[in-house]
């Protein structure tokens, strides 16, 4: 399954896509014919992928929660991720582009098509994303794709989709 937005192209990752990026990068990238900037995976991205390997990550209603890639011209530009809180029936989205690509709208294209993706297989779905307080791209993001500020804990903005 891929999304796509113009030239922007979301690609889940496999459990075995992702274990293959935790034992060696340069592997899954030749693999995929795929290039990516010396900033990724990022520290966020590589700390999840070993949880998501381990535990699945994955709701079982619904293929492609976890982490996908953003990839334009064969090259990967970032990452957007979808975890599910079952306890409280929320989805968190969190997303990385990298340094060299940054500015360019991947990022409010990305989560707009993933948001869209989510609500029309479950259209009463809650959807929450974070930054921190002194992160204003990704707040401008956020507010940009109809996310509203709902809360503060410490350096903390958490938004929640409004639907409209």
């Known amino acids: 399954m891929l999304l796509s937005v113009n030239e922007l192209i979301l690609i889940p990752l496999s459990k075995e896509d992702s274990n293959n990026i935790v034992r060696n990068r340069e592997n899954f990238l030749q693999e995929h ?17 070993p949880l ?3 535990e699945h990550y994955r709701d079982t209603r619904i293929y492609g929660i976890g982490p ?9 530009v970032g990452d ?4 599910y809180t079952q306890k409280s029936d ?9 340094e060299s690509e940054r500015k360019k709208g991947y990022a409010t294209a990305s989560l707009k098509r993933v948001c869209s ?7 009463t779905v809650k959807i929450i994303a974070e930054c ?3 992160n204003h791209p990704s707040q401008k993001v956020l507010n940009n794709v109809g996310f509203q500020l709902v809360n503060q804990e410490k350096d ?3 938004y929640q989709l409004k639907k409209s």
């Open 156 to 158: 903390i903005f958490i």
């Open 117 to 123: 993706w989510l609500l029309e297989r479950e259209p």
């Open 132 to 134: 921190y307080v002194t």
């Open 90 to 98: 929320v989805y968190e989205i969190a997303y990385y582009v990298c």
């Open 52 to 54: 998501y390997n381990e």
């Open 80 to 83: 957007i991720t979808i975890k």
């Open 68 to 76: 996908w890639i953003m990839v334009v011209h064969s090259k990967i």
């Open 33 to 49: 014919r795929l290039h990516s900037p010396t900033d990724w995976p990022h520290d966020g991205l590589r700390a999840f992928l």
